[in-house]
């Protein structure tokens, strides 16, 4: 199965690894380490243009997405069942 990420991009659910939230008004729970290491390795991707609300770790890639983590955790969890 499938999950949109936003814009056009889209993930097979079995590679999505964890999604966190990056919003504002709460404290980043992911190590940063994390972002470091992919960042060097180029293996991050800003879907859209608006600002980013979550950070979903495949395992290969880190998407910026503009979808909540709570929408994308629903629509994660839709494929668990």
Do not use: C, W
Not at 28 to 44: A, F, H, I, R, Y
Not at 52 to 79: G, Q
Request: charged content about 25%; cysteine-free; glycine content about 4%.
């Amino acid at each position: 199965m499938y999950i949109h990420l936003g814009g056009d991009k889209v993930i097979r659910s079995r590679e999505l690894i964890a999604i966190f939230d990056i919003s504002n008004d709460k404290p980043s729970q992911m190590p940063g380490t994390l972002l470091t290491d992919t960042n060097q390795e180029k293996k991050v991707e800003q879907i859209g243009e608006e600002d980013p609300k979550s950070l979903v770790v495949t395992e290969s890639r880190l998407y910026y997405s503009p979808i909540s983590s709570s929408t994308l955790k629903k629509r994660s969890a839709n494929f668990n069942n």
